[in-house]
């Protein structure tokens, strides 16, 4: 069985293809390496001593898209490829919209061509919006509250309506929640360009002493110790979600919806804790303003995912922590210092 594996050079793509190849599917990446690196497939390779075929193309360009279609039956996608970050989709919206709408109609246009009608897609808790009570059912209202998130929201959209049309389609929304952690082996893990946005790798950047201290982003919310909490989930859970998704959407259900979270919130001072735990060090923070947008708390109920697909998350807090310390350690400088020990 193929799968074309969208943004599969990305961090959560690059896990996947592993977990993927490890299950005997063949595998075929399309990324335009616009924020990533080809190096992850080749330590994708190197982990699990299988190839997969890579496609340096951007799904701005049909043409594109349909050469890897005409190259090989594809069974199923998993589309992966968007721009993610949230502060830049204020700063340029139409950018995120052009990359993330247009580049999703033109591949479900060229699916479509070829009558390959199975997709997997990577929608997000954000989809949620600032959720009325906890932990997140997927029958919650939603809403966005940014342009990324908005592209996830009509995505999702888009893609029920497209099933409406035409019942041939088999369509899984996955809503992710705060993926952190690295392969086990060290070798692939998250490699921001710049300063991270995000938690996980700020913190990890500062245990390495590359940053000076994390910045706290408040620490008057309604949470257990005021500061924000969040369902932290281990990429290779994750996944090994998608792993449980492909055989279901082979039995033809329609559109089907699963959150992709522990079902456990931590908070930022525990994710902290964590770190310093992993890495021996301490990690110096500052509590600042909070961070226009925050929510206090998101966490998810499983439970539907674990019931449909028997999917559920088994790493813990400290595996993501040591996780995430054992790729920092190993690649200070992510892929760019490349072809090293690993
Ligand atoms: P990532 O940036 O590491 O991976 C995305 C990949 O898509 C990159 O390799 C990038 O080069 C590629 N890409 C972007 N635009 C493209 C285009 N037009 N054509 C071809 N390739 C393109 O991000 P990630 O963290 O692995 O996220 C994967 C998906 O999961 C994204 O859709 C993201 O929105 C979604 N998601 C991520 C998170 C998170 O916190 N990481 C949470 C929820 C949902
Ligand atoms: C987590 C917590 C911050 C950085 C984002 C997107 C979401 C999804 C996942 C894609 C919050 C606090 C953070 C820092 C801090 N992505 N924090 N200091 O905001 O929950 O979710 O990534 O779909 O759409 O919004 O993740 O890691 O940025 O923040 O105190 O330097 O850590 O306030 O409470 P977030 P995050």
């Not at 500062?206 to 281990?234: C, E, K, M, Q, S």
Request: charged share 20%; hydrophobic share 35%; proline share 5%.
């Amino acid at each position: 069985m193929k799968i074309l594996v969208t943004g599969g050079a990305g961090y959560i793509g690059s896990h996947t293809c592993v977990e993927l190849l490890n299950e005997n599917y063949e595998v075929v990446v399309l990324d335009n390496l616009s924020n990533s690196s080809e190096e992850s497939l080749t330590r994708v390779k190197n982990i699990t001593g299988k190839s997969l075929e890579f496609y340096k193309a951007d799904l701005l360009d049909k043409k594109e898209i349909a050469s890897v279609f005409q190259d090989h039956k594809i069974d199923s996608v998993i589309h992966f490829a968007g721009l993610k970050a949230v502060g830049e989709s204020v700063l340029v919206p139409l950018k995120y919209f052009h990359n993330n709408i247009s580049g999703t109609l033109n591949l479900l246009e060229v699916m479509d061509d070829f009558n390959v009608k199975n997709i997997v897609f990577s929608s997000s808790a954000t989809v949620y919006g600032n959720p009325a009570s906890l932990p997140i059912k997927e029958d919650f209202p939603l809403s966005a509250t940014n342009p990324y998130g908005r592209t996830k929201l009509m995505t999702e959209e888009i893609l029920q309506d497209v099933y409406c049309s035409d019942k041939s389609w088999n369509i899984a929304l996955l809503r992710y929640f705060n993926p952190v952690g690295a392969h086990e082996s060290g070798k692939i893990g998250e490699d921001p360009f710049g300063i991270p946005n995000n938690l996980a790798p700020y913190i990890s950047r500062v245990a390495a002493g590359f940053l000076p201290r994390v910045n706290v982003f408040g620490n008057d919310y309604d949470t257990l110790d005021g500061t924000g909490v969040r369902d932290f989930i281990h990429v290779v859970d994750l996944a090994l979600g998608h792993i449980k998704t492909l055989p279901k959407l082979f039995t033809n259900p329609g559109v089907v919806i699963y959150n992709l979270g522990t079902g456990q919130g931590y908070s930022v001072l525990e994710m902290i804790k964590g770190f310093e735990a992993a890495s021996g060090k301490t990690i110096p923070y500052k509590i600042t303003d909070r961070r226009p947008g925050d929510i206090a708390a998101c966490f998810a109920d499983p439970f539907k995912a674990k019931k449909e697909l028997g999917w559920e998350a088994n790493k813990t807090l400290a595996d993501m922590c040591t996780d995430t310390w054992n790729w920092q350690k190993k690649n200070p400088d992510g892929y760019r210092e490349s072809q090293g020990e690993n």
